[in-house]
């Protein structure tokens, strides 16, 4: 078996790209039907990259009484696509996960969205998270942010997208990382060891 | 009772023998910063433009495959999140894969296959109509 590799190309290529939650509408009212999408690639806040379907591990609503649902969705031109209809008050998390056929997840994203009354938002304990203490998805609002590694807090920059454009959140010793809320869409997001994360919210 | 019979013959007949050789082409896919494109979906191209291979990288972003003919071959991969390449790469000179171990089912496996199925048929069979004389009474 030592000239099983007779021969080798090598291709290397551009790092990885961002993926993220978004809505057609992400202040629903109670029982209206929305779509959910997951979002990817450059052109923020369109997307130009739908993800392949089959590295989807979960794609998933929890709603404000914790209970879980599974997304039906599909491909749609250049996202992914899911309906969901939120049929009680409250802070509801959507999630997914993006995993490899061996199981390795290596993308995890969040995002929040009420319907009516904002209720506690809840951290989903993964390997890599963003969480945010205190938020009232108002425009301009200074929040905290941690990022979690196995629950543990981690001092790495941040990066944030949203309308106004595109930059870094420091942690300074001491200090939580803070960020201000910018009306619409806003996306945070970190990496760490070839492994991702981001957590979108809309504010108002 | 002769179903049974052609059921083990059939399982017979498609028995499966293979081949382990050396001297495959490789090639090797990785992101810029090193990690490997694992799982990413690939096709290869014969120089006729017919797809010759298709499949995933193995974890570490590689594909093994050994070309059949003299040309231009092309490869596709795409890691299904936005990143891919499409290269042409010529073979000069395709060789004839270099064996280094056969084997196959050996005989008493299928032997014993055929048995197992043709008591497990007869046990349904029995099953079923003791079912139904049962249910009659």
Redesign the interface.
Known sequence: ?????????????????N?WIDYSNPFPEKGEKIEIYIK??HSFPES??A??E??IGKFSVITPSGKKIRLDFSKKDKLISAEFSPDEKGTYIVYFI?Q???G?KFYFAKSYFYVKNKTEIKNLNHELEIVIENFNFKKDEKINLKFLINGKETKKTLEYTNKKGHGFIKFRPGKPAVYKVQEGINVISCEKG?KSCTITFYGR | MHHYFLWTLILISHGVEYEFFENAKGIRVYYENGTPMSFADYKIYSPDGKIFAEGMTDKKGRILFLPDKKGEWKIEVDDGMGHGFIKTFSIENPEEPVVTQKGNIPFYSKFITGISLIIGFTGIFFYITARKKYAHT
């Open positions: 078996m030592k000239k099983f590799l007779l021969l080798v190309f090598s291709f290397g290529l551009l790092s990885s790209h993926f990817g690639g130009e990259i993800v392949k089959r590295l993006l490899k056929p061996d390795e070839g």
